[in-house]
């Protein structure tokens, strides 16, 4: 069974939660919210205290004051560790998850059993001038000039997954985007545009898996190989024909990696 609490903070945070165990916390992306992990919390619950987590800004956790920074999301990120009584964590992070998956282990690395990096990436700013532009286009340009996140959220949606004929994933990244907070939205676009993370992959000494999409156009495969390169001994497994939501449009193989790399982790 599926329980929510939040975390006494300033911002509260909030978390939904299930099984018990050692702890896997899941951590979405910039367009997600806990939600996003509903198909894979149940899963890992059978072995593990198993969370997702609305960042600061998203979903159910409170907006904030000023713009985001992410060391401020890293203290909220050990906060909900503490709260389960636990001292560290296996971390699942996908896209912007996966950027404060590894700014956490810079900071906190006893705090961290292992890392998941999904469909990850070296920070906004590291993406080609067409990415860009592309990005900004299609989310920051069209809120400033007075839309609401569900007037861009189809499209969007279908510029990141694999298949667009998968209606089950296109309908539950189409409501994901849709009830963005548009104002910490902007925010968390602008903080990713100016950090980079790239530094911290070589520091890695966690045992940590690379997942990324055949067809993820966003944060392509090649990105995924070069940030394999990076993390000593780390694993790199492809998702064939899903995009840059890998746990939502497959997550029947995509639970199945992940557990597997956690139940044999050497």
């Known amino acids: 069974m599926i329980a929510h609490n939040f975390i006494s903070s300033n911002p509260k945070i909030s ?3 299930c099984g018990q165990g050692d702890l896997i916390l899941f951590l979405h992306g910039i367009g997600g919210n806990k939600n996003n992990w ?3 919390l149940q899963y890992f619950s059978k072995d593990f205290l198993s969370v997702a987590w609305d960042t600061r800004g998203y979903g159910e956790s409170d907006d904030y004051d000023g713009p985001l920074k992410f060391e401020d999301v890293v203290e909220d990120l050990k906060k ?3 709260h389960f009584k636990k001292t560290s964590a296996h971390i699942v992070g996908l ?31 590291k993406l080609d001038k067409n990415q860009v532009n592309a990005f900004i286009e299609s989310r920051k340009k069209p809120l400033l000039n007075g839309f609401e996140p569900k007037d861009i959220a189809l499209n969007v949606s279908k510029s990141l997954i694999g298949d667009t ?19 910490s939205y ?6 990713s545009f100016m950090c980079s993370h790239e530094e911290v992959f070589k520091l890695i000494e966690k045992p940590t898996l690379i997942i990324v999409g055949e067809k993820d156009s ?9 940030i394999n390169k990076l993390i000593r001994n ?17 997550p029947e193989e995509f639970n199945k990696i992940v557990f597997n790399f956690l139940k044999n982790m050497t």
């Not at 004929?165 to 104002?183: D, G, Q, R, Y």
């Not at 902007?186 to 903080?191: E, G, M, N």
């Not at 966003?218 to 070069?226: C, E, F």
């Open 38 to 40: 509903n198909d894979n």
């Open 165 to 183: 004929t998968n209606k089950v994933a296109l309908e539950k990244l189409v409501e994901s985007i849709s009830i963005l907070h548009k104002e």
């Open 80 to 82: 909900v560790i503490t």
């Open 234 to 250: 780390s694993k790199l497994k492809i998702i064939k024909k899903v995009g840059h939501l890998t746990n939502i449009e497959n």
């Open 15 to 17: 978390v939904k939660f």
């Open 218 to 226: 966003l944060t392509p495969v090649s990105m995924s190989k070069n």
């Open 95 to 125: 896209s912007m998850g996966g950027q404060i998956a590894c700014l956490f282990y810079q900071k906190y690395p006893s705090f961290v059993k292992s890392l998941v990096l999904c469909d990850t990436h070296f920070g906004l700013s």
């Open 186 to 191: 902007l925010k968390t676009i602008d903080a």
